[in-house]
């Protein structure tokens, strides 16, 4: 009873199995490695990790201890009873209480204990061999005899009558020893092969695993900066909407104050012209020509250009000053045109075609270098190491750290290709055109199909695009060049992903019409820049 009881406590709670390199978790409770490593990593993201014995709940991924005590008691109990765990078959003839079997006998069919086993038979036909529940597969079904050769034509195991006088007479032949033994080492072979392809496996998954904690983190900076951004948004649109709230306010009251004024000086213009009116009333009324006559004359009563003024006053003073208004709300635009600067870049120096670099036929580059045109007349440029062979260019600025994108106009166009280099490209042969080679990236108009090419590798995209812009992004440290057709919404077509080893140059090739660079290129704020 003891010895069952001690076996019961060396079980792990997760796979019934006695522990194999057992770890304690905090609350005390223990578990295979391997079991309780599958468990945490199921509750991964649900928001806490727990036990599966009593429940206790852990915020972080907990702590494995390797239970060293634990791991010298497992040793020592495998190493005193092998038999009964890795079988657990027991004597034949032990009946008034179970024994773990030492051996089996094919003859008899029954397993023996250490003591049974001393008494056994020790006559060769009396075959021993590892305790086994299926003492029966170890004999021949026709002959009843145990099985001591494999017949290599059949591939099947047999007894010595069927090499004599039975089906497999004449065949070839080898011991069950041997062939187990030329078997094993096949499954050796295999074994070593497998083994070599899981850890290539676990390699790939922990890589993979990184990559996921590297875009986690990236996604939670990304969205730290948006946040905050946002946060700063609102905060300039309060202050934004106060500010012409009080300005409305402000206006309101001076035009009103304004009117008031007018209001009261007009209210005693009516009081003097009630009384002026009243005067004349009178004067109208009487009969004594003589105080009538020596009246003074009435016709300043009457000023027209007064009464202009006064309107003149209100019609000016009736109506909000609009444009001030308008004014202020064109902050907006500020702010707009400063979220796609505070959540991916800041301006930086604009973009230029290197004419050095232009190829000698068929391609004319603007003015200001930021286009680039097919001609039918040769350029008659010098002819230098610098020099594309083929109507390409790129730009006079390269790239060697931090996030940027670029933009191309391509409406004019149906046939180019827009992408990054090295500047160690090459610059003649069929290998210098850009896509061509492992040294460019391209994405690639021909007509109406599109596609992505690196190093003469193409990719198809899909047939529906309608692509009058273009956009090119490069995170450098992180190896990745994008494309984007600038529809709407704006629509990711593909990303490369690499190890660079040198800067990079933005290049553009044209076979018909002409396509244009924007002319600003935009740069990451630097981690821990004001925006």
């Not at 075959?127 to 299926?134: E, G, H, M, Q, R």
């Not at 290998?431 to 090419?453: D, E, F, H, M, P």
Request: hydrophobic share 30%.
């Amino acid at each position: 009873m003891a010895s069952a009881d001690l076996r019961q406590e060396l079980d792990c709670s997760i796979c019934l199995s006695i522990y194999t390199d057992p770890v304690t978790l905090r609350c005390g409770h223990n578990f295979c490695r391997v079991c309780i490593d599958r468990v945490l990593d199921t509750q991964e993201g649900a928001g806490a990790y727990t036990c599966p014995d009593c429940r206790a709940e852990c915020q972080e991924h907990p702590a494995l201890i390797r239970n060293i005590p634990l791991c010298n008691i497992v040793g020592r109990f495998l190493s005193t009873r092998p038999d009964q765990e890795e079988t657990g078959i027991f004597c034949t003839y032990c009946i008034h209480s179970p024994v773990p079997a030492a051996k089996s006998c094919l003859l008899c069919e029954a397993s023996l204990c250490d003591n049974h086993l001393r008494v056994h038979s020790k006559s060769a036909e009396h075959v021993l061999c590892d305790p086994s529940t299926a003492l029966g597969n170890r004999k021949c079904s026709v002959h009843k005899k145990v099985l001591e050769y494999y017949c290599i034509e059949d591939a099947a195991c047999i007894c010595v009558s069927c090499c004599l006088i039975g089906e497999h007479r004449g065949h070839q032949m080898e011991s069950l020893d041997e062939a187990s033994e030329k078997k094993k080492e096949k499954l050796r072979n295999v074994l070593q092969k497998l083994t070599t392809k899981r850890a290539e496996t676990e390699k790939r998954v922990q890589s993979l695993q990184e990559r996921r904690r590297e875009d986690q983190g990236k996604a939670a900076g990304v969205t730290e900066r948006v946040t905050a951004l946002f946060r700063d948004i609102r905060r300039q649109l309060e202050d934004l909407e106060k500010r012409v709230l009080s300005e409305i306010s402000g206006q309101e009251q001076r035009v009103s104050l304004s009117v008031c004024d007018l209001i009261q000086q007009l209210e005693i213009k009516k009081d003097e012209l009630s009384g002026k009116m009243l005067h004349i009333d009178e004067l109208c009324n009487m009969s004594d020509p003589v105080t009538v006559s020596q009246e003074p004359d009435t016709g300043d009563l009457c000023d027209t250009e007064d009464a202009e003024r006064h309107d003149n006053k209100v019609h000016g003073a009736r109506d909000l000053d609009v444009g001030l208004i308008s004014g202020t709300l064109h902050t907006l635009s500020d702010i707009i045109t400063d979220i796609n600067i505070g959540i991916y870049a800041q301006e930086a120096t604009d973009l230029v075609l290197d004419v050095t670099t232009a190829g000698n036929n068929s391609i004319h580059i603007s003015g200001d270098r930021k286009s680039v045109s097919w001609s039918d007349i040769k350029q008659n440029r010098p002819v230098t190491p610098e020099r594309f062979q083929y109507n390409q260019v790129i730009t006079t600025r390269r790239f060697s750290s931090g996030r940027h994108y670029w933009e191309v106009d391509v409406s004019k166009s149906v046939r180019w290709r827009v992408g990054m280099c090295y500047p160690s490209i090459d610059r003649r042969g069929a290998q210098s055109a850009i896509g061509y080679n492992n040294k460019s990236w391209c994405l690639c108009r021909y007509y109406n199909q599109y596609s992505v090419i690196h190093d003469r590798t193409e990719i198809q995209l899909p047939a529906n695009i309608l692509c009058d812009r273009v956009r090119v992004c490069l995170d450098y440290e992180a190896g990745q060049l994008s494309f984007y057709s600038l529809c709407d919404p704006i629509r990711h077509l593909h990303t490369y992903t690499a190890v660079l080893t040198e800067p990079l140059h933005a290049a553009l090739l044209v076979r018909e019409g002409s396509i244009n660079i924007s002319s600003r290129v935009m740069k990451e704020i630097p981690s821990g820049s004001e925006t």
